[in-house]
């Protein structure tokens, strides 16, 4: 099911982009684009999997399906990727 | 095979009381399981090496009641759960052992060995004063947060240990594992939220840094049971989490926590 308020990836890239900004604590946003490598180049460790999960689902009001695997989520537009399939995700499948 | 884990809401309205309840007839076909049998060339055997070493983890917990005790101070429902706690972990032990000897792969003293030797009230001092985030935090905040994490990481390791052990009857045996810590991981969140109503603002502000914390330093205690340096247990507890386990494990703990980074905006903003 996909929801008619679903954002553009663009959209969900750029909102992404500030909110790791501010958790990270990095000077600013314009740094962090689609292709940047959580790991290699956010420093997004399993630590911050933690983090990037608790303000992607806040943020974007979704619920990651129980059964991602984050082990294959490499750059900020996976997550984007991710978020715009779990759109309409919103109720809880527990 | 998958099995769904026991992901129960966390809005279920029991109370501490309601654990200790639960508590007083766990496992009455215990004496059934003497004549349990499998054929060891039927189970996977790093599934044979997980059981033989979680059966010595589940008889490990035992050692650290002490640190238990003075962690909850003088808290009488936080000290008879530990000591509840850890007899039901040490009935797991039992359980699994017998699994090990009804797959003629029993464990033999030289596995035991180191266990007697430690010093665990301050192995675990040490422990938990590497990983606090404060040093005025509650211990029994600290121990409880820990708890949650301890008990689901143990969750997803039986559930994953009974979609792979290829046998019905002891998949049957691990799911009932995993259900009772499941138990235990609530009853760690139930406390904690009974705990929250005493608390300040500012000591309510150290659950989620004080949850990163221990998630960024998970691993097995290794430090006396020589067998798991041996066989590498944390590698071996942590293969059984393929990418998706812990997955899992990562939504259900931050989503579980995230309701308390609230109070981490109050505390900067007061
Ligand atoms: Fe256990
Ligand atoms: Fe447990």
Wanted: charged share 25%; net charge negative.
């Amino acid at each position: 099911m996909t929801s008619p308020t679903s954002p553009e990836r663009a959209e969900i890239v750029t909102r992404l982009a500030t909110s790791l900004a501010e958790l990270l604590r990095l000077e600013s946003a314009d740094s962090v684009t689609a292709d940047s490598d959580l790991r290699k180049d956010l420093g997004v460790d399993s630590l911050g999997l933690v983090d990037l999960v608790t303000v992607a689902e806040e943020d974007f009001s979704i619920r990651f399906s129980s059964s991602t695997d984050f082990s294959k989520i490499h750059t900020v537009g996976d997550v984007a990727n991710l978020i715009k399939e779990q759109f309409g995700n919103k109720v809880s499948e527990a | 095979m998958a099995i769904k884990p026991p992901y129960p809401s966390f809005e279920t309205p029991e109370t501490m009381d309601d654990f200790f309840v639960a508590g007083r007839n766990l496992w009455p076909d215990l004496a059934s399981f003497k004549s349990l049998q499998f054929d060891r060339d039927q189970i996977p055997p790093e599934i044979v090496q997980f059981l033989r070493s979680t059966a010595l983890n589940e008889h490990g917990v035992a050692h650290y009641l002490g640190s238990y005790f003075a962690n909850y101070q003088s808290d009488f429902k936080l000290r008879f759960w530990s000591a509840m706690w850890t007899a039901e972990e040490y009935t797991h032990y039992i359980v699994l052992r017998r699994i090990c000897q009804g797959m003629d792969a029993d464990l033999t003293e030289k596995d035991f060995s180191g266990l007697e030797d430690g010093d665990y009230f301050e192995n675990m001092k040490a422990y938990l004063d590497r990983i606090k985030v404060d040093p005025s935090i509650d211990m029994r905040m600290l121990q409880l947060i820990y708890g949650v994490l301890q008990e689901y990481g143990a969750v997803i390791a039986y559930t994953a240990a009974a979609e792979q052990c290829g046998n019905p009857e002891m998949a049957a045996i691990l799911k009932r594992i995993a259900k009772d810590e499941m138990r235990h991981c609530r009853f760690n969140q139930v406390a904690l939220e009974a705990m929250m109503e005493h608390c300040s603002e500012g000591e309510k502000s150290l659950v989620w840094p004080q949850f990163r914390a221990i998630w960024g330093d998970l691993e097995m205690p290794t430090e006396h049971i020589h067998y798991f340096s041996e066989i590498g247990a944390t590698d071996l507890y942590t293969s059984l989490w393929d990418g998706e386990k812990r997955s899992k494990i990562a939504l259900y703990l931050s989503r579980y926590f995230s309701k308390y980074r609230q109070y981490m905006d109050s505390s900067a903003t007061a």
